[in-house]
C-alpha cells in the first residue's frame, strides 16, 4: 500500500525539499501490509480475546503517516497501533473524501499548551471510539476481536511525547507511556505521574538540557526509564531516517541528512529478533554465578561485595600463586588473557563477569569478551569506572579512546550479549595523588575556572555496590552506562581542607588557571608523543574542571542500585592522610581489609 495519500505526500514533498528530498518521493515509497481476512460475516458484534492496544501521537506540525514505519514495527510485535493526526496543529490532515485541514500558527508557549489540552481530548475522543464494535469493524475490516480500551499504552513524539505524558495524568485508561524527545508542557511537569513513563532521548540531550525533563524526573513515582540513542537527532524518532535510506538523501546530500536524521541508518533502528529475545531472557533472569576478572585492590572490593550480597564468585588470573587473602570457598582458576579457549574453559558456567582489570589493560578485554559470549554468559560489566560516557564531550578526549573501543566491540554484539557500563567519577583512593586535582607533595595547586568546579569521586566500595546493584537487575540497563559517585567536590573545598591540615597554610602556592588552556597543553603533550603522567593530568584538569563535560554528576542511578552518599569526614580524613604524607586511618582501614 502507498506510504502516503497523493495530496499529503506532495503536501510533504514540498515542506522537506530544502533537506534534499525531491518531488514525488513521498509518492514512490510503499509500506508492505498483510490483506486482512474478510467473509460474510464481518459485520457482525466484534468477539473473542481483546488486542492490547496502543496509541500514538506525532510532533507539532507532523502527520502522523511519518510515523507509519515505526507504527508497523511496533505492531508485528502484537499489539495494535493507532495513529492520532490532530487537526489544526498537523501540517496537513488529509479526510478520505480528499478534503484537507492545514495547520494553524501554533509558535508560542501559551498556544502550544492550550493546543496539547485539545490533542489530551482527542485521544481520549479515539479511546472512546475504539471501545465500540461498530468503529472496529470500519477501521478493521474482518476483525473478530475487540480492543482492549481499559489498559492502554501512549507513546508520542516531539510535542506528541509531551501529550503522552499529560493524557496519562487525565485518563485512566492509559497505563503506560514514553516520550520520544518532546520537550514537556503542562501541568505533568509538577504534578507528576506514578504510572510507568519512559523518556528517549537524542545524543546530547538529558536532564541538565531540558529543565522540563529535569523537573519531571522526580515526580514519576512509578517504574521510570530514561535512555539517549547515540548518533541520533530529534529527526531520528520518525520515519525520515529511513525514507532517506530508500531515497539515496544520504549518499546525495551527506551533510543536509547528518543534521537532520543523525548518522544512524535507517534500518539499524530496529533491533533484531535475536536481540529482542536477548533483552527479554535477560529481563527475566537471576544472576548468581559471577566471573571476576582481577584481583586488584578494586578488584578485592568487589569480590568483597559480591559475596556479601550473595552472589557465587570465581576469579579468574593470570597468577593464581600471586593472590592473597582469597576467602573460603571462593574458586581461582588460572587463565591466559590471549588465549580465548583458556578463558572459555574457566567462564564456562557462569552467567555474568566482571572484569576489574587496571586502565592499561582496558583495551585487551576483547577476547575475554569473545570467551564470554562463547561460553553462554549472558552479562558484561567492562573496566575502566571512571568518567560518564553518556557525556558526548568526554568520548572526544585521547585517554578514553581505548574505553570507547571496548563500548563499541560491545555494542557490536549486543545480540549475543547484554552489558552495562559503571562510571564513578575519580577514586577517592587515587585522585589526590593526581596532580590535575592537587599537588599534595609539593604544596601547589592549579585553580582552573575559579576552583568550584564539583566533580564526582567515589571510593572503590562505591564502585562495588554499584555493580552488585546492576547484577542484581541484568535487565534495568542493558547497553548503557550507569552513574554513581560518593560525593562531589570541588577544588576551592580540597584546598580548605589541605590548608587546614598543613602545619603552615601559608606555604600554599596557588595559581589561576583557565581550563581551555589546560586542555590545549595537555593535549599538545601527547600529540607529541609525551605520555606521561604530567600530560595526562593537565588534559585531565582541562576537562575535569570545566563545566562543559559535566564530571560532576548532576543525576545518578545511586538510588536504584543501592549506593549510598559517602560522608565529607571521610574526604577530610583522606585529604589529612595525604598531607600527613600518610594513609589517613579510615582509608588505612579500608585498604587493609582488602588488600
Known amino acids: 500500500m502507498s506510504y502516503m495519500d497523493p495530496i499529503t505526500a506532495t503536501f510533504e514533498d514540498e515542506q522537506y525539499a530544502q533537506a534534499g528530498i525531491p518531488a514525488g518521493a513521498f509518492g514512490s515509497l510503499t509500506l508492505q501490509t498483510c490483506k486482512p481476512y474478510t467473509s460474510s460475516t464481518s459485520s457482525r458484534r466484534v468477539k473473542g480475546p481483546k488486542y492490547p492496544l496502543v496509541l500514538f501521537s506525532p510532533g507539532l506540525g507532523n502527520t502522523r503517516l511519518?510515523?507509519?514505519?515505526?507504527?508497523?514495527?511496533?505492531?508485528?510485535?502484537?499489539?495494535?497501533?493507532?495513529?492520532?493526526?490532530?487537526?489544526?496543529?498537523?501540517?496537513i490532515v488529509t479526510f478520505p473524501e480528499n478534503t484537507t485541514i492545514l495547520a494553524a500558527n501554533i509558535t508560542t508557549d501559551t498556544q502550544i499548551v492550550d493546543d496539547l489540552n485539545i490533542r489530551v481530548r482527542d485521544l481520549s475522543f479515539v479511546l472512546d471510539q475504539l471501545h465500540r464494535p461498530s468503529i472496529i469493524s470500519k477501521l478493521i475490516v474482518g476483525q473478530t476481536c475487540g480492543l482492549d480500551t481499559s489498559k492502554v499504552g501512549i507513546y508520542g513524539h516531539s510535542l506528541g511525547g509531551a501529550t503522552a505524558a499529560e493524557a496519562m495524568l487525565f485518563d485512566s485508561r492509559?497505563?503506560?507511556?514514553?516520550?520520544?524527545?518532546?520537550?514537556?508542557?503542562?501541568?505533568?511537569?509538577?504534578?507528576?505521574?506514578?504510572?510507568?513513563?519512559?523518556?528517549m532521548a537524542h545524543e546530547g540531550k538529558n536532564l541538565t538540557t531540558d529543565v522540563t525533563w529535569?523537573?519531571?524526573?522526580?515526580?514519576?513515582?512509578?517504574?521510570?526509564?530514561?535512555?539517549?540513542?547515540?548518533?541520533?537527532?530529534?529527526?531520528?524518532?520518525?520515519?525520515?531516517?529511513?525514507?532517506?535510506?530508500?531515497?539515496g538523501l544520504r549518499e546525495e546530500f551527506p551533510t543536509?541528512?547528518?543534521?537532520?536524521?543523525?548518522?544512524?541508518?535507517?534500518?539499524?533502528?530496529?533491533?533484531?529478533?535475536?536481540?529482542?529475545?536477548?533483552?527479554?531472557?535477560?529481563?527475566?533472569?537471576?544472576i548468581s554465578k559471577v566471573a571476576l576478572a582481577g584481583k586488584g585492590r578494586l578488584g578485592s572490593v568487589v569480590l568483597d561485595e559480591l559475596l556479601k550480597t550473595g552472589?557465587?564468585?570465581?576469579?579468574?588470573?593470570?597468577?593464581?600463586?600471586?593472590?592473597?587473602?582469597?576467602?573460603?570457598?571462593?574458586?581461582?582458576?588460572?587463565?591466559?588473557?590471549?588465549?580465548?579457549g583458556s578463558l572459555q574453559a574457566a567462564l564456562m558456567g557462569h552467567e555474568a563477569v566482571v572484569s576489574t582489570v587496571a586502565g592499561v589493560a582496558v583495551a585487551t578485554q576483547k577476547p575475554l569478551i569473545d570467551a564470554a559470549i562463547a561460553s553462554g554468559v549472558k552479562h558484561f560489566i567492562p573496566a575502566d569506572y571512571a568518567m560518564s560516557l553518556r557525556n558526548p564531550g568526554v568520548r572526544l578526549l585521547p585517554p578514553y579512546t581505548d574505553v570507547l573501543e571496548i563500548e563499541k566491540y560491545l555494542r557490536a554484539r549486543s545480540d549475543q550479549i547484554s552489558w552495562t557500563i559503571v562510571a564513578c567519577g575519580g577514586f577517592l583512593e587515587y585522585v589526590f595523588d593526581l596532580p590535575f586535582m592537587i599537588d599534595v607533595a609539593h604544596r601547589r595547586i592549579d585553580i582552573v575556572n575559579g576552583g568550584n568546579v564539583p566533580f564526582s569521586i567515589s571510593d572503590f566500595g562505591t564502585v562495588a555496590r554499584?555493580?552488585?546493584?546492576?547484577?542484581?537487575?541484568?535487565?534495568?540497563?542493558?547497553g548503557h552506562c550507569v552513574q554513581v559517585h560518593g560525593m562531589l567536590v570541588t577544588q576551592n573545598e580540597v584546598l580548605e581542607i589541605a590548608k587546614k591540615y598543613s602545619s603552615d597554610p601559608g606555604s600554599w602556592v596557588v595559581s589561576e588557571k583557565d581550563a581551555r588552556v589546560k586542555f590545549e597543553e595537555g593535549l599538545d603533550m601527547l600529540k607529541r608523543g609525551e605520555y606521561t603522567m604530567t600530560a595526562v593530568s593537565t588534559l585531565m584538569a582541562g576537562?575535569?574542571?570545566?563545566?562543559?563535560?559535566?564530571?560532576?554528576?548532576?543525576?545518578?542511578?545511586?538510588?536504584?542500585?543501592?549506593?549510598?552518599?559517602?560522608?565529607?569526614?571521610?574526604?577530610?580524613?583522606?585529604?589529612?592522610?595525604?598531607?600527613?604524607?600518610?594513609?589517613s586511618g579510615i582509608a588505612a582501614d579500608k585498604i587493609v581489609s582488602n588488600v
Open 311 to 340: 552472589f557465587d564468585v570465581t576469579v579468574i588470573t593470570r597468577s593464581a600463586p600471586s593472590l592473597r587473602n582469597i576467602p573460603d570457598g571462593v574458586q581461582v582458576l588460572e587463565v591466559d588473557y590471549t588465549s580465548q
Open 466 to 478: 554499584a555493580i552488585s546493584g546492576v547484577l542484581k537487575q541484568p535487565g534495568r540497563v542493558v
Open 543 to 583: 576537562v575535569v574542571w570545566d563545566s562543559n563535560y559535566q564530571t560532576g554528576f548532576q543525576e545518578t542511578d545511586n538510588e536504584w542500585l543501592g549506593v549510598e552518599a559517602l560522608s565529607k569526614e571521610r574526604l577530610k580524613e583522606t585529604i589529612r592522610g595525604k598531607v600527613l604524607g600518610g594513609v
Open 174 to 199: 492509559l497505563k503506560g507511556g514514553i516520550n520520544l524527545d518532546g520537550t514537556l508542557f503542562g501541568s505533568v511537569i509538577n504534578r507528576g505521574l506514578d504510572k510507568p513513563f519512559m523518556i
Open 214 to 247: 529535569g523537573a519531571l524526573w522526580p515526580k514519576l513515582k512509578g517504574i521510570r526509564r530514561r535512555f539517549m540513542l547515540n548518533g541520533s537527532t530529534h529527526g531520528t524518532f520518525t520515519d525520515l531516517a529511513q525514507a532517506a535510506d530508500i531515497i
Open 66 to 91: 511519518l510515523y507509519s514505519a515505526k507504527a508497523q514495527q511496533l505492531s508485528s510485535t502484537g499489539y495494535i497501533v493507532v495513529t492520532v493526526d490532530h487537526p489544526y496543529d498537523a501540517g
Open 256 to 286: 543536509q541528512a547528518a543534521a537532520l536524521l543523525g548518522s544512524i541508518e535507517g534500518v539499524f533502528l530496529y533491533c533484531n529478533k535475536s536481540q529482542a529475545t536477548l533483552e527479554t531472557t535477560i529481563l527475566n533472569m537471576a
